[in-house]
């Protein structure tokens, strides 16, 4: 019986490559069965990838209604009567009380002026050499006249930097520039006042308060530098080469009465647990009121059930049987829904307030939980200290759904355990089907040999057919 050749062959035969193909489709069943149930472990991981961030969501939002120094329960307002005069933040050490403030002067650093010079870019010393020496310190007594100072002293802050004036530097702009990337603690710019010596070197110090005063010392060169920039102002007023423009101050105020002096407008620790920032003199005094940050506990609590229900929303729907969900059925999930519901169950002990409804959290039929904003605001404002007991102690709220998310979360908790038990059973595939594949391999090659080698006794056949045929027609 005759063949039909076909694609992949010569002659009479059989198409080998369409035979391999179909023979390997089917012993590959086993990989693909692999590449399904890997596929799968694969969504579940997923899934509780999901799970696992809106856990770790409720974390957060349990945590902020915990005991933890960043709680909102401890969270305080600071509330100034004039926003222009000063503004205030309060922490979790603050006390709740009223405040009077008075502002005798605001903090300023000290700015001064060389003598102007017809161009910033001119060489202004030979080149020579010169060591400029930038000390900050305080000026204390003497009188001020005409922006110098006569019978003053000046206390180093024991903390100096030199720099070189040379050739490559030996401009306005080079000073300048020498002077910014010293660290000195000095800022310099170049002022154009639009006299016939335009531009004039200004110095400020990058800090406010009398102790980030300037001096300026010098050595060396041939002079140039030094009757520029050398300024000692407790010495003669001939030796203060640079006029000072603002003196350094401190920001001196009283609170309660109390007088006060900061070198910065900012201040930490004038009010326990109060930060100030100073902005205007005043003429009158200002108040400050500190008080509990009820609208920040609203917003916590707002925050809590909003990720409580996201998350049981969540692991409800994904457990769900003929859900669709990769978890469908999944016992882990229904587990932690029924430790939720009985967290949120059990009443809280020791306290005036001991249940969730008590401030208007209640539970609706599909188990999520809702609101009632007008009476947790008006549990908050009788009862502050009870709601924050009713979240914040060791058998509250914020404390237990605390701590049953950061052990779920844990290094060796229940997420970290089923991410590695997958990660396993995914591993396992991959070493299962790294063997099949070469065993698929070594199938391919038998099969693509034994289908070669009927090929080659098929034309032998078919040969030996056609020589036999042609000799009996000649009989």
Not at 212 to 221: A, D, E, L, V, Y
Not at 416 to 422: V, Y
Request: hydrophobic share 35%; charged share 10%; aromatic share 6%.
């Amino acid at each position: 019986m005759a063949t039909t050749a076909t694609s992949g062959t010569s002659g009479m035969g059989v198409d080998v490559n369409a035979i391999v193909t179909g023979l390997m489709s089917i012993e590959r069943r086993p990989i693909t069965r692999l590449d399904t149930k890997e596929a799968s472990y694969q969504a579940k991981l997923t899934a509780l990838g999901t799970i696992k961030s809106k856990m770790a969501t409720l974390q957060t939002a349990a945590n902020n209604l915990g005991s933890s120094s960043t709680s909102s329960l401890l969270a305080f307002k600071a509330t100034p009567s004039d926003a222009t005069i000063f503004s205030a933040s309060a922490g979790s050490t603050a006390v709740a009380g009223t405040y009077s403030l008075n502002v005798t002067s605001l903090a300023q650093s000290q700015k001064l002026v060389a003598v102007g010079q017809v161009s910033s870019s001119a060489a202004i010393s030979d080149g020579t050499a010169t060591t400029v020496t930038i000390d900050i310190g305080t000026i204390s007594g003497g009188t001020l006249t005409a922006g110098k100072y006569s019978g003053a002293t000046f206390t180093s802050g024991g903390t100096t930097k030199s720099l070189t004036i040379d050739g490559t530097n030996n401009t306005l702009a080079g000073i300048r520039d020498a002077i910014n990337a010293a660290g000195a603690g000095v800022t310099a710019t170049i002022v154009n006042d639009g006299s016939g010596t335009p531009y004039r070197l200004a110095l400020s110090s990058d800090n406010t308060g009398v102790s980030n005063s300037i001096k300026i010392s010098t050595s060396g060169g041939d002079g140039t530098i030094n009757t520029l920039l050398a300024h000692d102002p407790a010495g003669l007023p001939a030796a203060q080469n640079l006029n000072q423009t603002v003196a350094a101050q401190n920001a001196l105020f009283d609170v309660n009465g109390i007088q006060i002096s900061k070198n910065s407008n900012t201040v930490t620790d004038a009010i326990q647990g109060v930060s100030l920032t100073l902005s205007k003199v005043t003429t009158s005094a200002a108040t400050l009121t500190v008080s509990r940050d009820t609208a920040a506990v609203t917003s916590a609590v707002t925050s809590f059930v909003t990720a409580y229900n996201e998350l049981y929303t969540a692991m409800r729907n994904s457990s769900a049987y003929k859900s669709g969900s990769a978890l469908a059925g999944d016992p882990t999930l229904r587990s932690f829904q029924t430790e939720m519901r009985n967290i949120a169950s059990t009443a809280v002990s020791g306290g005036n307030l001991s249940n969730l409804f008590d401030i208007g959290l209640t539970f609706k039929t599909d188990g999520t939980m809702q609101q009632d904003t007008a009476k947790l605001d008006s549990a908050i404002a009788t009862g502050f200290s009870n709601v924050a007991y009713l979240f914040n102690s060791a058998t509250g709220f914020g404390t237990r759904f605390n701590d049953w998310s950061t052990s779920a979360l844990a290094l060796d908790g229940t997420f970290a355990n089923r991410t590695s038990s997958l990660n396993q059973s995914i591993k396992e595939i991959g070493t299962q089907r790294t063997a099949l594949e070469a065993r698929m391999s070594s199938l391919e090659t038998m099969y693509r040999r034994q289908y070669t080698s009927l090929n080659v006794a098929l034309t032998q056949m078919n040969q030996t057919s056609t020589y036999l045929s042609q000799q009996l027609s000649r009989l």
